[in-house]
């Protein structure tokens, strides 16, 4: 997965990677699209410019069960925040 880097100086340019998946079986280059936001300023970018970052994820596969029933759980039915003790009235 290549995602744009967050961190260095604050810059007009935002790359348009929002993040990019590479498919399995992809064998060709990877590019990053680049939007200069500053219409008075040119940017001007070298090979080697350090513009995003690839993360490599493990790709698991799941398998499901139907079953008519679930256990009990500690969360049991509680809906986002329960587990916390932040959730909504």
Known sequence: ?????????ST???SLLEPLR????YR?????CLLNTDRNKAMDFKRGNRIAQLVIQ???IASFARVDELTESVRGTGGFG???GFAAP
């Open 1 to 9: 997965m290549a995602r744009p880097r967050t961190c260095g100086p």
């Open 82 to 84: 329960s587990t916390g």
């Open 22 to 25: 590479i498919q399995i079986g």
């Open 28 to 32: 060709g280059e990877i590019q990053v």
């Open 58 to 60: 493990r790709i698991e």
């Open 12 to 14: 007009t340019v935002q």
